[in-house]
């Protein structure tokens, strides 16, 4: 079975900096010094937003995973011929080894 753990936990990174890129300052000012002033006059033409190229990376992947299946049909199906023949064999040093670098991938892509 082919279930990508990173999906989900980028996925919920990438939408935290979607929703922070999206919001507004409703009824404040950010002048040059990025300070935030009360009040309800338009920013100056100069201002610009940037996406930073850790986001656009973020954003490249999440469609890239999206566009992958959730489940390997075809490794599934022979996961089960293997366990009706009785050929299937768990190897505990694996799953340990494949759990572990899990965990450091997930733990490296989000700091």
Sequence with gaps: MSINPLSSAIGA??????????????????????????????????????ITGTASQLQALEKQLASLPVVDVQRV??????????????????????????ESAISQRLG
């Excluded at 199906?77 to 009706?84: C, G, P, Q």
């Excluded at 694996?94 to 759990?99: C, H, L, T, Y």
Aim: charge should be neutral.
């Design 77 to 102: 199906d022979s996961v089960k011929r293997e366990i009706s023949n009785g050929t299937f064999e768990i190897n505990p040093p694996r799953i340990a080894d494949k759990m572990i670098q899990i």
């Design 13 to 50: 990174k990438t939408n935290h900096i979607s929703d922070s890129q999206q919001s507004k300052n409703v009824g404040h000012e950010v002048n040059r010094n990025n300070t935030a002033q009360s009040g309800n006059a338009a920013p100056a033409a100069s201002d610009t937003v940037s």
